[in-house]
């Protein structure tokens, strides 16, 4: 295996981590209640998925 030439400066090792940038979630909103949750997930406030029900919820 290949050793590095030269050390790596400060900089460049920031530049690389600084890529790494965690991203809120994106949300939607379910057209019947108006509450948020994740898409292409069952709704785990409701247990509806593409307005089928999928999970039975306990109240």
């Known amino acids: 295996m290949g050793q590095p030439k030269r050390k790596q ?3 460049r090792s920031r530049k690389r981590r600084g ?4 991203s809120a979630p994106q949300l939607a909103k379910d057209p019947s209640t ?4 994740i898409p292409h ?10 307005g089928r029900q999928i999970m039975e919820l306990e109240n």
């Not at 890529?19 to 965690?22: E, T």
């Not at 108006?34 to 949750?37: C, D, G, I, S, T």
């Not at 997930?41 to 593409?50: C, H, K, S």
């Open 9 to 11: 400066s400060k900089q």
């Open 19 to 22: 890529a790494n940038v965690f």
């Open 34 to 37: 108006e509450n948020l949750f």
């Open 41 to 50: 997930r069952v709704n785990p406030e409701t247990g509806m998925y593409r």
